[in-house]
């Protein structure tokens, strides 16, 4: 056991020190580049800067592969999440539109779509990138994956409490729907691909398809142009859909199936989901010390409602504070 605690406290210290100096780095690079080009060129330097700061920083630092980000499955795991993630959307803008809340008024021009993908892209790759593969993995590395699912959600949500039209329910609405969904896909894949894919799609398809405003921020006229009225807990009010009611439960569905598929593959000692083929099978990661026993007690015992008792059991340990981009 103090082999293992050794062997972990190094890992997270270096995991840090990485951490640290990408961030130094990404925060250099928008000094740097503000108001010298444009959103999108930004957007481009950003995302190339942090995965290079992070592949090479992994690799020379941490003195590892990164092996969430680095395999032949990346392609096929980032079209799965694509896919997810504009299924999911557009399953809540039906939802909206069955209780007679949203109604397509007109229909726009495709020509901004590939556009509006690319920059899905880039944006999911910036924000999974620092919330998945750091954020996630250092507090998974310091508490085990309970923990990295709820601090990395926690402070996903809290990066969110800024934007535009941003109350303290769609900071929690954030956490619970996009939070835990992303961490889950991280957690049970081991890959960033699965998580980057269906940011993307959620947020191509919410601002380039739907032409609704993404996390407050408004965006270009979609493909579908149509007006969402009604109460706000069902439209998300002045931040969004996101902060419907039905985002939360579509997305906190899929992300609870995920948790649940993550302990049946701990369970089964079996590889999971989208890497199943050629790239490491994920393990649930259990804190070393005090916490272990509890942690396995709960996974051991409580079956079908395990997902439950852990979001209770971890709820009392961590103090979420700060700010992601």
């Known amino acids: 056991m103090r082999d293992s605690v050794k062997l972990r406290s190094k890992e997270l210290g270096l995991a840090l020190l990485n951490f640290a100096l990408v961030l130094g780095l990404l925060f250099g690079t928008q000094a740097l580049i503000r108001g010298r080009v444009a959103d999108t060129e930004g957007l481009v330097i950003l995302s190339a800067v942090i995965l290079t700061a992070y592949l090479a920083g992994t690799r020379w630092i941490e003195g590892h592969q990164p092996a969430e980000l680095v395999g032949k499955r990346g392609v096929a795991q980032f079209a799965g999440g694509l896919g997810l993630g504009i299924a999911l959307f557009s399953s809540v803008i039906g939802l909206l539109w069955i209780v007679g809340d949203y109604r397509v008024t007109a229909h726009g021009a495709v020509s901004g779509l590939a556009t509006g993908l690319f920059i899905a892209l880039m944006v999911g790759i910036i924000e999974k990138t620092i919330a998945r593969g750091f954020l996630f993995r250092i507090a998974e590395l310091a508490g085990g994956t309970w923990i990295g699912v ?67 921020h408004e965006t270009k006229p979609g493909l579908f142009a149509g007006t969402l009225k009604g109460p706000a807990i069902l439209t998300g009010g002045a931040f969004g859909p996101e902060a419907s ?76 504070r700060g700010r992601i981009i």
């Not at 954030?174 to 993307?200: C, D, Q």
């Not at 799609?201 to 398809?209: A, R, V």
């Not at 051991?300 to 059991?313: A, F, I, K, Y």
């Open 150 to 216: 709820f601090v990395s959600s926690a402070l996903f949500g809290a990066g969110h409490a800024f934007n535009p039209g941003a109350s303290v329910l769609s900071s929690i609405a954030i956490a619970l729907e996009a939070g835990v969904l992303l961490a889950a896909a991280y957690a049970l894949t081991g890959r960033l691909w699965f998580p980057i894919g269906l940011h993307t799609g959620w947020n191509f398809t919410e601002g380039s398809l739907f032409g609704r405003s993404v996390s407050g």
């Open 245 to 320: 009611i039905f985002a939360v439960a579509v997305c906190l569905a899929v992300a609870v199936f995920l948790l649940c598929e993550l302990f049946d593959c701990t369970a089964s000692k079996r590889r999971c989901g989208p890497s199943a083929v050629n790239t490491p099978s994920r393990r649930i990661r259990w804190p070393l010390g005090f916490h272990a026993r509890l942690f396995k007690g709960v996974y051991t015992n409580c079956g079908p409602m395990s997902v439950m008792v852990m979001l209770r059991q971890v709820s009392g340990f961590i103090d979420p």
